[in-house]
């Protein structure tokens, strides 16, 4: 049981399943086709955010909210592996190598052998688990809802050690998934602390206040670590609700720098550009390197945005109406916009393999997008 109250992501970013029309005063540059849509059992989740897919290789992994693991062709959407698990998934898969994981809101990790086509271990943790898993040597770690962060072995599913940050009194319902990177596991908790531990012993390495809990109110302390970390360039980048953009060392932990920008969603980092969606739903590129800005899109303040991606010569956004938009990453500017589907609110996260988007929506479809 969770002491800590919890306030939902979506509803602190002003999202709603309201439909939206399509964008006014927009000179299209470019036109979308769907690719290929392929028909799946079941769809993408409560919220845009929890659910993503997996591009990897020439294959795309992911999980619908019937619990039905699935791996298809970039190419074509042709199915690979299907597999019925009969889990109900809180949140997304994360790959490593031939099998994927996701979690479940009875606090189930489930592991799902592609190559074998069926579940190959489930693990019972402390509480729900909403995010992905993070993947890496031979070891999977998971943040529960509670605030423990278990490290297992990949292919058993046996603990080998855990750690626990206590909860501040108001969270927002959600979790960053960790990552493992350089013998490390870095996770980010509610409250607003970013750690690194030895992936092997559990010992910490370094942490950092990324979020600080500031104001009268507990709404107004929030500060917990919120969307994905990326590493790059040797840093880690992070973002925390109320709180800033940091670009940490991964080896010590030390900023590189910081922005004064708040989000509820997640950074998308490609080279030496980074982008992050404001509360706002101001779009932000800024210099991946040091921080400075390169630009700012504030007309797509009303449409409630979801996680940034880079997908060729732009930046694509999605908002909470399933409208997709294109800024072009030199200037900002929105210069094209299509339906991810039919007129539905919008279903998982965006990823890109660079020359299609693929995304899965509430039409229960996986759709791979590209523009001409």
């Known amino acids: 049981m969770i002491a800590a109250a919890v306030v939902s992501a979506a509803l602190l970013q002003g999202c709603s399943t309201r439909l939206l029309p399509p964008p006014a005063g927009i000179d299209q540059q470019v036109y979308f086709d769907a690719h290929w849509r392929t028909k799946v059992n079941g769809q993408a989740g409560e919220q845009t955010e929890t659910y993503n897919m997996v591009a990897q290789g020439d294959t795309l992994a992911l999980v619908t909210n019937r619990g039905d693991v699935y791996e298809l062709e970039q190419s074509s959407g042709g199915q690979i592996v299907h597999v019925a698990t009969g889990f109900r998934p809180s949140a997304g898969v994360s790959r490593y190598g031939d099998d994927v994981f996701f979690g479940t809101y009875d606090g189930e990790l489930v592991a799902v052998s592609l190559a074998e086509s069926k579940v190959l271990w489930t693990k019972s943790l402390t509480s729900e688990i909403l995010s992905?898993?993070?993947?890496?040597?031979?070891?999977?770690?998971?943040?529960?809802?509670?605030g423990w962060l278990t490290v297992m072995d990949a292919e058993t599913g046996n603990t080998l050690w855990r750690d626990k940050e206590d909860l501040p009194a108001l969270t927002v319902r959600g979790n960053t998934a960790p990552v493992i990177a350089d013998g490390k596991v870095i996770a980010g908790f509610a409250t607003g602390k970013v750690k690194a531990y030895n992936l092997q012993t559990g010992d910490q390495i370094w942490e950092y206040a990324v979020g600080k809990p500031e104001g009268r109110y507990e709404i107004e302390r929030l500060s917990d670590i919120r969307g994905r970390f990326v590493v790059s360039n040797g840093l880690l980048y992070s973002v925390a609700y109320n709180g800033t953009v940091t670009a940490l060392a991964?080896?010590?932990?030390?900023?590189?720098?910081?922005?004064?920008?708040?989000?509820?969603?997640?950074?998308?980092?490609?080279?030496s550009e980074l982008a992050v969606i404001d509360q706002n739903n101001v779009v932000h590129s800024l210099n991946a390197r040091n921080g400075s800005t390169l630009w700012e899109n504030d007309s797509l303040k009303d449409r409630d945005l979801a996680s940034p991606v880079f997908?060729?010569?732009?930046?694509?956004?999605?908002?909470?109406?399933?409208?997709?938009?294109?800024?072009n990453r030199s200037t900002g500017e929105a210069e094209a916009w299509t339906l991810a589907d039919s007129r539905r609110p919008a279903g998982s996260r965006m990823v890109s393999n660079d020359e299609q988007l693929f995304i899965l929506t509430p039409t229960a479809n996986v759709t791979a997008l590209h523009y001409w």
Request: hydrophobic share 40%; net charge positive; proline share 2%.
């Open 250 to 271: 991964l080896q010590t932990g030390r900023p590189v720098w910081q922005r004064s920008i708040s989000s509820a969603v997640g950074v998308a980092v490609n080279g």
């Open 311 to 327: 997908y060729k010569d732009y930046v694509a956004v999605l908002d909470r109406g399933g409208w997709i938009h294109l800024l």
């Open 132 to 146: 992905e898993t993070g993947n890496g040597q031979g070891r999977v770690a998971v943040l529960t809802g509670d």
